[in-house]
C-alpha cells in the first residue's frame, strides 16, 4: 500500500513538471493560429494569416539567416575543440588537468549576462574589433565548448584504450587510430553535441544581445518586435516554428546519444 502510494505521489509529481514545463509551448501553438492580435482567451477564430505574415517578413527572415548561420559555423568549430579537449581529458595525464576541466565547465555556471558583458569588454575595450555575427559566433563557441565536452567525454568514457593500443600495433598512430576507429564509434555522441549545440546557439539571447552588430540574430530581433502589439502575433507564430523544431532536434540527439551508448 505504502508502495503505491509513493507511486502515485511521484507520478502525479511528474506529470504537473511537465504541464508546468510544456503548458507555455502548448499555448503558444495555440495562440499563432487566433484570429487575433490580443493572446488571450477565449480565442476569436482560427486562421493561417499569421503564418502567411511571417513568410512576407524580409528583416525577420534576414534574422532568422543569420542564426542559422551563426548556428552552424558555431556549432562546428564548439564540435571539433569539445572533442579535441574530450580525448585530452580522457586519454591523457597531463599537469593541471583538473584544473582544465574546471575551467572548461565554467561557462556552463556562469550566466549568460556576464558571459556577454565580459565578451562586449574584450571586443570593444581590450580588441577594439567591431560587433558582428562573427563576435556573436565566438561567444556562441564559448558556451557551446563544455556541453560538446560532457557529451563526447561520456562516449570516449566506454573505450578501452586496448583498442587504441590495438591499431597503433597494427601500424596506426595515435591520431591514425583516433580518426580511423575512436571517431566513428563515436559518430553518434558526435552528431548528438553537435545537435544540442546548435540548438543552444539558435536559442542563445542574452549573451547575444550584449554582442551583436547591426545584423540582428532572430532571438534579439524577436524580442525587439514586443514592443509593436501588431508584429506580436507573427513573433508568436514563429516561436511556435521555433519550439517545435528545438524539440525536434533535441530529441534527435538524444535518440542518437543513446544509440552511441548502446553500442
Given at each position: 500500500?505504502e ?7 511521484g ?32 480565442l476569436?477564430?482560427f486562421?493561417?494569416?499569421?503564418y ?9 527572415l534576414?534574422?532568422l539567416?543569420?542564426s ?6 558555431s ?29 572548461s ?36 563557441v ?18 578501452p ?10 601500424g ?6 583516433q ?8 559518430l553518434?555522441?558526435?552528431?548528438a ?14 549573451m547575444?544581445?550584449?554582442?551583436v552588430?547591426t545584423?540582428a ?18 513573433v508568436?507564430?514563429?516561436g ?21 551508448e548502446?553500442?
Open positions: 500500500m508502495l503505491r502510494n509513493r507511486f502515485s505521489l507520478s502525479l509529481y511528474y506529470w504537473l513538471v511537465a504541464l508546468f514545463l510544456y503548458l507555455p509551448i502548448l499555448l503558444l501553438i495555440v495562440f499563432s493560429f487566433n484570429d487575433s492580435t490580443n493572446l488571450r482567451f477565449p476569436t477564430g486562421t493561417l494569416r499569421w502567411q505574415e511571417l513568410f512576407g517578413a524580409g528583416e525577420l534576414k534574422s539567416w543569420n542559422i548561420w551563426v548556428g552552424l559555423w556549432s562546428l568549430a564548439a564540435t571539433v575543440l569539445g572533442t579535441m579537449a574530450a580525448i585530452a581529458i580522457n586519454r591523457f595525464e597531463f599537469p593541471g588537468k583538473n584544473i582544465f576541466i574546471g575551467i565547465a565554467l561557462p556552463l555556471v556562469i550566466p549568460s549576462v556576464v558571459i556577454g558583458v565580459a565578451l562586449l569588454i574584450l571586443y570593444r575595450q581590450v580588441f577594439d574589433v567591431e560587433l558582428s555575427l562573427l563576435t556573436v559566433g565566438l561567444g556562441h564559448v558556451i557551446n565548448i563544455p556541453i560538446v565536452l560532457l557529451i563526447v567525454s561520456s562516449r570516449l568514457a566506454g573505450f584504450a586496448n583498442m587504441e593500443e590495438a591499431a597503433m600495433d597494427l596506426a598512430s595515435f591520431w591514425g587510430a580518426l580511423q576507429v575512436i571517431l566513428p564509434m563515436s553518434p555522441a558526435l552528431v553535441a553537435f545537435l544540442t549545440a546548435f540548438t543552444t546557439s539558435f536559442d542563445e539571447y542574452a547575444s544581445v550584449f554582442v552588430g545584423n540574430t532572430l532571438p534579439v530581433y524577436m524580442y525587439s518586435q514586443l514592443r509593436f502589439p501588431r508584429r506580436i502575433p507573427i508568436v507564430a514563429l511556435a516554428l521555433i519550439m517545435v523544431g528545438s524539440v525536434v532536434m533535441i530529441f534527435v540527439s538524444e535518440r542518437l546519444r543513446r544509440a552511441g548502446a553500442k
